[in-house]
């Protein structure tokens, strides 16, 4: 019955570490859940991974957005002079986003932005209860009207970071992201995004854009539970922005979950070497508090005056 217990304690215990622990993270990233396990290769740097990067198998903190501040592009990241120059998250410039696919219940993306389109010219929709357009602008729930509601009617956009604004479809290349068979780059030619918001790429996916043909020729893109082509990512779209990272800690979800073919051979060595070491903390950590609390003047004196108090006896 006692040893009983004590597994019940023990058990207890545990479980109460772990609730302060997620309550802990909860506080601190203003997410719930407040980390996610990286089930992918469509983030990686290195064909076995790397720690930094964002890997099949890692837990990223979901830091809200209000807690994290603006969401800053890639484009915004490189800016000569500009406010966020310099920028960068898990390896490249620009911030890493969680969000759900056209606002669907699929499983989230965890992808980089690498534009921020956000509107210039609007007009108000002819029925704003049917949300028609004229034929020259484009729905957009998000952005506000001129009577300060939100859903307004876009004719043309911007492109923050960059020198494209008032402009009814957006083109811009980035040098900086090499695209097998195009020397040029990533060239996002004629992309309408719709409404207000965030084009965004794997770094592992050969510029295969999130939004496909529609913002970049050569790519397939993402499509939701129902089979439509992801569009442009709305804020309320956004679950998170991707924080810390901690590395091989969800490969046991993976390998519940039957995905576990995601991660690498490295990442399955480095998750044994780091439990490994962790157990044999442990051991060493209680077998030196053992000793200490053995040797310790006071434990000897309590012993000293226990023998005493038997042999008066």
């Known amino acids: 019955m006692g040893a009983l217990s004590g597994w019940v304690r023990e058990a207890v215990l545990a479980a109460g570490l772990i609730l302060l622990l997620i309550i ?5 990233t203003g997410s719930m859940p407040p980390m996610v396990v990286v089930e992918s290769q ?13 890997d099949p198998g890692d837990l990223v903190l979901v830091m809200a957005q209000e807690r994290h501040g603006e969401i800053v592009s890639w484009a915004e990241a490189v800016e000569e002079g500009g406010v966020f120059e310099g920028w960068s998250s898990h390896g490249h410039p620009g911030d890493v986003i969680i969000y759900s696919k056209n606002g669907g219940s699929d499983t989230p993306v965890i992808h980089r932005v690498l534009l921020h389109a956000v509107a210039h010219d609007t007009t108000s929709p002819l029925d704003r ?14 952005s506000l009207d001129a009577d300060g509601l939100a859903g307004t009617c876009v004719l043309t956009w911007d492109v923050l970071g960059t020198n494209v604004t008032d402009v009814s479809s957006i083109d811009w290349t980035f040098t900086d992201i090499q695209c097998s068979g ?11 995004p719709g409404h207000a918001g965030y084009l965004t790429l794997g770094d592992n996916n050969d ?6 043909q529609a913002a970049y020729s050569r790519a397939q893109g993402l ?40 991660v690498t051979s490295r990442s399955w060595t480095m998750l044994a070497g780091s439990a490994s070491g962790l157990l044999l903390l442990t051991w060493v950590i209680e077998r030196a508090t053992t000793r200490l609390i053995a040797e310790a003047p006071e434990i000897e004196l309590a012993r000293q005056e226990a023998e005493s108090s038997v042999e008066e006896e």
Not at 24 to 28: E, F, N, P
Not at 207 to 212: A, E, L
Not at 229 to 257: F, S
Request: with cysteine.
């Open 42 to 54: 469509s983030m990686m740097h290195d064909p076995q991974g790397e720690v930094g990067a964002i």
């Open 207 to 212: 510029c295969n854009v999130d939004q496909g």
């Open 223 to 262: 499509s939701d539970e129902n089979g439509r082509p992801v569009l442009a990512v709305r804020d309320d779209w956004v679950q998170g922005v991707a924080g810390a990272e901690i590395p091989w800690a969800g490969t046991v979800k993976l390998l519940v979950a039957n995905n576990a073919a995601q």
């Open 182 to 192: 195009q020397p040029h780059g990533l060239m996002i030619q004629a992309w309408d």
């Open 24 to 28: 802990g993270l909860w506080v601190s």
């Open 129 to 142: 209860s049917t949300q028609v357009c004229p034929s020259d602008a484009s729905w957009d729930p998000i």
